[in-house]
């Protein structure tokens, strides 16, 4: 990055152990997940199939919440886990956005567990699609460094570049438009 | 799976990561069952050993629980890792049904919360044995999905697949019936 | 273990896998240690820097514990680590034992917040110590099978398991009479 | 390090299995951070969109607690793996140096935890100093300790290690004015 000599102390990450930090996080996200589920606690007959099943489904929206959410991290882990194949080398600027992805993904439980809460606050979903959000537009950069850092490797082309960026652009906007739309539609429309 | 051409960006999952994801929330959910463990609070004398060790004692289920869940989480982690060892390679269909496996296991420490709280409902139990089932169904589609999209390697002949395959339905049958048990006959019984 | 035809799905477990799921679940349980630790809650004034200074200082034998759970949980991994390395290949024996071994393991956070809890308890005292002698049995059962097995590589002689057993049996005795005498002897002192 | 007869069971630590406790431990470290964010719960509206979004941003001091010490943690990882690619091997003071930088590296979520729930307490500042303090000063010994073990590969001269130790020492020297200045000076100051 700077000009000064070169020492071997200069920040230099393996691209192994950024994927192992990366793995860990997104597993442990995924099964964090479930520590937001709350037993059912109002059972007056403890041994009643029908009285637990009832406070079970009464919670629906919260194991709901849990799977979706368990589906979006597998989601963001099996794009992540395309793109990173395709990098040749972990620059600073890579590493920093790398960073920025792991805040918003570890951040995707307390999301989860607000709208499992919330669930008909539109709030609450806002929340949720601006981490998501947040997380998309750290893709998007990683796109953008890795391709002027020339860190991907021989198979990609430009055109494969400007074609994922071009998606990953289109639902970056789409995402404008529904946190627009739960912040100052909803409300109104109520 | 679609005929469009064939981009750097398809989806792409290195059969390592997709181990260390899956051993890593297999660690996690194994690990997190002991935050279920509740710390006796009911103690008079703090420093009587009689009370703490009856204190202890009185919830022995909940310990029962621990270590069982353990060893069936141990137990899926063992056979996913003998069934893992045989594909060749990860197609987008294996990868869609890891993430189904994922869920479910994950799912393991909540249900082993609501047993060690509701030892004596048989809906604790029956959810208990749903997401063990629902598992085990992923297995299944594991399996016949490997078998036609030849994806095991050439050390798994035909007859072990089915062999394998019908040890599995017949456990799923068994669970089934053990459901359908807990839900509608054990409530009559009492 | 059975004489039945061999099959491609017998279980098999590579020695990678196994070292990952043991590092996890070490690391978590490592951890979570952390996640026992109380904040101080009864402060009157919320800037006061001797009031909440004091409020910690009160829990010094909580965060005693902490560390030393972290540096015992540390102790077995590096043990794990060098008789681990030794290893020529996994047996079902050995896989067994590790589930044991990690079943224990896992166990320690509960112990830490029990005796964090219970500092003058010798009951808790006496379940730390059955959880770390049930982890040292382990051990004893891995070199006692890895021996009779002949999973050790060439580099281990007769006499370094002779020597390690002998050293491991003198700990489990010497445990054995420290839990007896926290049990027993404790509550009759005071 | 003792001078008795070699024993296969020495100790004897493979450096990625050290790797792997240590990016495992950092990877739960800042996950964790996010089950310290509690939900807003004194909302009278559960539908409004402008309590919740002021519920939540009455807590951006935790917020941006979390966000700060994610990177904070990622900080030292970086600066761990920079160092770590240039050790050539793994003696048992490198070891236990390791032991000591987890415990203070687990320990920050509880900081973490501490400073968002005392924001305005000079104390919870400090702790979280120290802790970073005594991270830093592990930092510091396992430079030092590597150095003398030759312990650093060949592409490591004297010259880069004395750099590198003068800027830790310098920062090690600014964290203590730091902490000073919050536990002796902030509360004069008011």
Partial sequence: MTAKEKSPFDTNISKNRLEFLFDGIFA??????????????????KRSVDELGQALLHHWRTFLSYI?????????????????????????AIL????????WAA?????????????????????????AF????????????????KAFDATVSAVDVRRLRRGLIRSLIGMVFLILYNVFIMPVLR
Avoid at 96 to 103: C, D, E, G, P, S
């Fill in 68 to 92: 979706i959410s368990f589906v979006i991290l597998s989601g963001f882990w099996i794009g992540h886990n395309t793109l990173y194949a395709k990098l040749a080398r972990i620059t600073k």
């Fill in 28 to 45: 442990i996200a995924m099964t964090i997940l479930v520590l937001e589920l709350k037993l059912p606690e109002q059972i007056h007959d």
């Fill in 134 to 149: 947040a997380y998309a537009v750290g893709l998007l950069a990683l796109i953008i460094t890795a391709d002027r850092q």
């Fill in 107 to 131: 951040f995707i439980p307390f999301c989860a567990h607000l709208l499992g809460r919330y669930p008909s606050n539109p709030a609450a979903f806002a929340v949720y699609l601006s981490t």
């Fill in 96 to 103: 920093a956005i790398h960073v920025w992805l792991l805040v």
